[in-house]
């Protein structure tokens, strides 16, 4: 089992370029999250995703967008990249908690520099 | 709106002293309070799922209580390596998994 897996591991983007942040869990889950954290701080909740074809926004969801086309795939797409962006983002997954656990799992985070 | 504060901010205990983190939150409908550890340049680690109030959960010198307010994570008699930062979280009935800022632990030997 590979669990959340993330790429890029680093990714180095100059203002005003877009990227997609990749994110693939195998766990079957069907909870999905987007955080950032920035240096020395918690987490802080962009999109997250209750199934396939449904999303919302979390605490800090501007200039981001993000889709869930499958179950397994929640990608988050960066437009016009600002330096304020430069922080780690965390994709993680979950069963739901009626299910029982309702733990989230995390990926290893991708770094990003905005310059 | 699902808040969660986390205290102190840091904390540097000597080997063996023990302490309590403190997790306060407000949320609509709690669907689980989670305890995870998170060492520098990775993801978090998961520890503890909580409830209800009354529940408790412990592994090796940890030891996550919780009221209908706060949650506590005892550290009992701590090594050098419980170093880390300590994240609490809670999901409510929007099912959003909302993080307090972290305790960031020290475990001088």
């Known amino acids: 089992n590979a669990g959340v897996t993330q790429t890029p591991k680093f990714r180095i983007l100059k203002i005003g370029q877009s990227m997609t942040l990749q994110c693939t869990q195998d766990?079957?889950?069907?909870?999905m999250y987007w955080y950032r954290q920035d240096p020395g701080m918690g987490l802080k909740l962009i999109y997250y995703?209750?199934?396939?074809?449904?999303?919302d926004k979390g605490e800090v969801p501007n200039g981001y967008n993000v889709s869930r086309s499958t179950t397994e795939d929640f990608p988050l797409r960066l437009e016009l990249a600002a330096p304020s962006q430069t922080s780690v983002y965390f994709c993680?997954?979950?069963?739901?908690?009626?299910?029982?656990?309702?733990?989230?799992?995390f990926g290893q985070g991708t770094r990003l520099t905005v310059v | 709106e699902d808040q969660v504060t986390q205290s102190p901010e840091a904390l540097r205990l000597q080997e063996g002293e023990s302490s309590s983190l403190n997790c306060s939150y407000t949320?609509?409908?709690?669907?689980?309070l989670f305890w995870y550890r998170q060492d520098p340049g990775k993801g978090p680690e998961f520890l503890f799922t909580?409830?209800?109030a009354g529940e408790e959960k412990e592994k090796e010198r940890l030891k996550a209580t919780l009221t209908k307010k706060e949650s506590f994570l005892h550290i009992t008699a701590p090594k050098p390596e419980d170093s880390a930062t300590y994240l609490c979280?809670?999901?409510?009935?929007?099912?959003?998994?909302?993080f307090g800022q972290g305790t960031r632990l020290t475990i001088n030997p």
């Open positions: 766990m079957n889950h069907n909870y």
């Open positions: 993680a997954s979950s069963y739901p908690a009626s299910s029982g656990g309702g733990e989230a799992f």
């Open positions: 949320v609509s409908g709690l669907r689980g």
């Open positions: 995703s209750v199934g396939a074809g449904i999303t």
């Open positions: 979280a809670v999901r409510g009935g929007a099912q959003k998994l909302v």
């Open positions: 909580l409830y209800s």
